[in-house]
């Protein structure tokens, strides 16, 4: 049995384990496996320099449940349709890889087909094909800072090696590959859409999130990112993933200056909201990851009203359609 398994809030509201009545549910059940990471990303509130309360991660506090408590409720989401995707968040800590492993071939015995995601540090390719081996449906290899300037500083690991990692998993496992770019760290809207469009021609699904500052990690003090500067990646992103090419973005210092949309089909999806939605794996929608309920999100967890399409593109200054 495995004892401790950090349930999000979220998706102790979708199994019936807490009475919290959120607007938006999440599609996904996220879990957490291990504790006090042995890195030192310098904005997760699990790394070796953070003094955040346990059990967080970005604004998500993830209670410890056992699998004997979770098994019935989760086979009975996974029946009903309420959830549709599984994520494993293994942190760098002794005993997370072994238990996530296990996680999964017990989730297996539940579905068969419910979608499986495992995140997990970019370090090496032969332990991303574990965690597929064991039964998860794709892996996540989060990048997040996408600046090869400032990724060590904030990461205290290699930028280059990343990548590397990224490449040759995407060989290996074609469409089964994630990965995960934080803006607000201090990169450029330019340097973070070429990462994406990197991702991109490598196959790799990109889900952007909004840095988020956490009580007690040693970037506690940084503001999120601009909003308008969020939409304006979101747009550049939406595009990238449907198709688009970098020749249709122009950057000036940095800055997306004009985005061109020569797809009328893609334009439509765009002024209806799309580009807004979160992004990553399919019904990985993370409400409230990324923003207090009530604030205006930085990923829509759901379909937008035509004014909060609108609003978006106003908020991204740019001239779209
Ligand atoms: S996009 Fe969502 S489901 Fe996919 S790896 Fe990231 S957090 Fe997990």
Request: with cysteine.
């Amino acid at each position: 049995m495995i004892e401790k398994i950090g349930v999000s809030y979220g998706t102790l509201t979708v199994l019936g384990l807490n009475n919290a009545k959120p607007l938006v549910r999440p599609a996904t059940a996220h879990f957490m496996l291990g504790e006090n990471c042995i890195y030192s990303c310098k904005f997760c509130a699990q790394g070796r320099g953070s003094h955040s309360a346990p059990h967080m991660l970005s604004r998500v506090t993830w209670p410890q449940v056992s699998w004997d408590r979770l098994a019935m409720p989760l086979a009975q989401g996974i029946a009903s349709g309420e959830v549709r995707r599984v994520c494993l968040q293994v942190v760098e800590a002794p005993g997370a890889v072994p238990a996530a492993l296990a996680l999964i071939r017990q989730i297996r015995k539940i579905s068969g087909r419910i979608p499986i995601s495992v995140c997990i540090t970019p370090t090496s390719v032969s332990r991303a094909g574990l965690f597929l081996e064991a039964g998860a449906s794709r892996v996540g290899l989060p990048v997040d800072v996408a600046s090869v300037r400032l990724h060590e500083q904030i990461k205290g690991r290699s930028f280059q090696d990343a990548w590397a990692v990224l490449r040759k998993a995407s060989q290996l496992w074609p469409g089964r590959v994630s990965t995960h770019f934080i803006a607000g760290l201090g990169e450029t809207e330019e340097e973070m859409v070429r990462c994406i469009a990197k991702a991109r021609d490598l196959g790799v699904t990109v889900a952007l999130f909004a840095f988020t500052p956490v009580k007690g990690t040693p970037m506690e003090d940084v503001l999120a990112p601009d909003i308008g500067v969020y939409r304006r990646i979101q747009l550049a992103a939406y595009c990238l993933s449907r198709g688009g090419s970098l020749d249709w973005i122009e950057f000036e210092a940095g800055r997306i200056a004009r985005i061109s949309i020569p797809n009328p089909e893609l334009l439509r999806e765009i002024l209806e909201g799309r580009a807004f939605e979160t992004s990553g794996c399919s019904d990985c929608n993370r409400p409230y990851y990324n923003e207090r309920p009530g604030q205006v999100p930085m990923n829509y967890p759901r379909p937008l009203t035509a004014e909060e399409a609108r609003n978006c593109l106003l908020e991204s200054q740019l001239s779209i359609g």
